[in-house]
C-alpha cells in the first residue's frame, strides 16, 4: 500500500477535494498541512491555556507503565472559542462530507501530556471498539486531531496503521486504565500494513475514521503535547444505549468566520464536561494520582 499523501490547504478557504476523500477511503485518515491559521490558534490557546477553566476540568487516565495523560471531554460543543472549532463548517462540514451525511457532536476531548515522561501513553484502539460498546451500530463515526502543540516521536506524536479501518471492528478490553485491542489481531495486522509516526504541527488536521488502529507512547520530551479532538457521529446513527456520550443532538453550524470572531474564552456553559466514572469503558481507579 502506498503511503497516503500529505494535503495543504488555504485556511481561509479549505475545500475537502476528491482526492483527499479517497485517501480516507483508501488509508483511513487525511493529514491537512495548515488547516488553522495563526489567528485561529491564537484563539484556541486563549481558550484553553490562558484560562483555567478546563484545567479545572482534566482527570487522568493510566497507561499501567506509571504515566498517565490528563484529559477533559465535553458533550456539547457551547458557545466558546472550542465551540466554535467544533461547529465550523471545514471541520464539522468536513465530517459530513467524509460520512456522507448530517452528523451530531459526539463529544469534544482536550488531551495534555505532560513532559519527561509523565504524559502516559494511549494503547493500541480503535474509537469505535469502545464506541460500539456505547450502543452506536455502526461505524460511521470520525474524529479530527487538531495540535496545540508540535507532534513528534519524541513527545508522543499519533501512530497509525493505514488501511486497518478496513479490518473492521476489532474486540477490546481493559487493559490499566484503557480500552486495548486484541493483540494477536493487533500482530496479524501490523504484518500485513504499514505504521506511520504521524508527526504534525500546530494548526495541522487530521480527519481519521473511527475504525483506524491508532496509538501514541509517552511524551519522553521537555515540552507539552497538547490536542483538541472533535468527534462526530453520522445524525442515522443514534446509539441505541443511552450513555455518558449524547444521542443525537441537532448540530447548529457556523461560519468559519466565527472562530476568529468568537470573544467568549471562559464561559463554558451547556458544554456538559463528563464525570469520568459514568464511563463505563475506561476505569479512572487505575491511575497513579486521583483524578
Same mark, same amino acid.
Not at 493529514?31 to 487522568?60: H, N, P, S
Not at 451530531?104 to 493500541?124: E, N, V
Not at 480527519?207 to 511524551?219: G, K, V, Y
Not at 472562530?259 to 451547556?270: A, I, K, P, V, W
Given at each position: 500500500?502506498?503511503?497516503?499523501?500529505?494535503?495543504?490547504?488555504?485556511?481561509?478557504?479549505?475545500?475537502?477535494?476528491?482526492?483527499?476523500?479517497?485517501?480516507?477511503? /483508501?488509508? &483511513? *485518515?487525511?493529514?491537512?498541512? +495548515?488547516? $488553522?491559521?495563526?489567528?485561529? !490558534?491564537?484563539?484556541?490557546?486563549?481558550?484553553?491555556?490562558?484560562?483555567?477553566?478546563?484545567?479545572?476540568?482534566?482527570?487522568?487516565?493510566?497507561?499501567?507503565?506509571?504515566?498517565?495523560?490528563?484529559?477533559?471531554?465535553?458533550?456539547?460543543?457551547?458557545?466558546?472559542?472550542?465551540?466554535?472549532?467544533?461547529?465550523?463548517?471545514?471541520?464539522?462540514?468536513?465530517?459530513?462530507?467524509?460520512?456522507?451525511?448530517?452528523?451530531?457532536?459526539?463529544?469534544?476531548?482536550?488531551?495534555?501530556?505532560?513532559?519527561?515522561?509523565?504524559?502516559?501513553?494511549?494503547?493500541?484502539?480503535? /474509537?469505535? &471498539? *469502545?464506541?460500539?460498546?456505547? +450502543?452506536? $451500530?455502526?461505524?460511521?463515526? !470520525?474524529?479530527?486531531?487538531?495540535?496545540?502543540?508540535?507532534?513528534?516521536?519524541?513527545?508522543?506524536?499519533?501512530?497509525?496503521?493505514?488501511?486497518?479501518?478496513?479490518?473492521?471492528?476489532?474486540?477490546?478490553?481493559?487493559?490499566?486504565?484503557?480500552?486495548?485491542?486484541?493483540?494477536?489481531?493487533?500482530?496479524?495486522?501490523?504484518?500485513?500494513?504499514?505504521?506511520?509516526?504521524?508527526?504534525?504541527?500546530?494548526?495541522?488536521?487530521?480527519?481519521?475514521?473511527?475504525?483506524?488502529?491508532?496509538?501514541?507512547?509517552?511524551?519522553?520530551?521537555?515540552?507539552?503535547?497538547?490536542?483538541?479532538?472533535?468527534?462526530?457521529?453520522?445524525?442515522?446513527?443514534?446509539?441505541?444505549?443511552?450513555?455518558?456520550?449524547?444521542?443525537?443532538?441537532?448540530?447548529?453550524?457556523?461560519?468559519?468566520?466565527?472562530?476568529?470572531?468568537?470573544?467568549?474564552?471562559?464561559?463554558?456553559?451547556?458544554?456538559?464536561?463528563?464525570?469520568?466514572?459514568?464511563?463505563?469503558?475506561?476505569?479512572?481507579?487505575?491511575?497513579?494520582?486521583?483524578?
Amino acid at each position: 500500500m502506498a503511503s497516503a499523501k500529505v494535503f495543504k490547504c488555504d485556511p481561509r478557504n479549505f475545500v475537502l477535494t476528491d482526492e483527499m476523500r479517497k485517501a480516507y477511503e /483508501d488509508t &483511513g *485518515y487525511i493529514l491537512i498541512k +495548515g488547516f $488553522l491559521d495563526d489567528e485561529e !490558534l491564537t484563539q484556541i490557546r486563549k481558550t484553553v491555556e490562558d484560562t483555567d477553566g478546563y484545567r479545572k476540568k482534566f482527570y487522568g487516565v493510566s497507561d499501567g507503565k506509571g504515566g498517565e495523560s490528563r484529559l477533559t471531554l465535553w458533550s456539547h460543543p457551547g458557545s466558546d472559542v472550542t465551540g466554535m472549532l467544533a461547529r465550523c463548517e471545514k471541520v464539522a462540514g468536513t465530517a459530513e462530507k467524509l460520512l456522507g451525511g448530517e452528523v451530531y457532536h459526539y463529544h469534544t476531548k482536550l488531551m495534555a501530556k505532560d513532559p519527561r515522561g509523565i504524559g502516559g501513553a494511549h494503547i493500541w484502539h480503535q /474509537d469505535y &471498539g *469502545y464506541w460500539y460498546k456505547n +450502543g452506536c $451500530l455502526f461505524p460511521d463515526m !470520525l474524529s479530527a486531531f487538531l495540535p496545540i502543540d508540535p507532534c513528534r516521536k519524541e513527545n508522543g506524536c499519533l501512530q497509525v496503521i493505514e488501511g486497518s479501518h478496513k479490518c473492521g471492528r476489532i474486540d477490546h478490553d481493559l487493559v490499566a486504565g484503557q480500552q486495548k485491542c486484541n493483540q494477536e489481531r493487533l500482530d496479524q495486522i501490523k504484518a500485513k500494513l504499514p505504521l506511520k509516526y504521524v508527526e504534525m504541527d500546530p494548526g495541522d488536521a487530521l480527519f481519521f475514521h473511527c475504525n483506524l488502529l491508532h496509538c501514541s507512547d509517552a511524551n519522553n520530551s521537555e515540552t507539552k503535547r497538547w490536542v483538541l479532538i472533535p468527534c462526530y457521529n453520522k445524525a442515522t446513527n443514534d446509539p441505541v444505549y443511552k450513555h455518558h456520550h449524547p444521542n443525537y443532538t441537532k448540530l447548529h453550524k457556523v461560519p468559519d468566520s466565527a472562530l476568529r470572531e468568537c470573544r467568549n474564552y471562559t464561559d463554558l456553559s451547556g458544554k456538559d464536561f463528563m464525570d469520568p466514572k459514568t464511563d463505563k469503558t475506561t476505569d479512572v481507579t487505575a491511575n497513579k494520582t486521583p483524578a
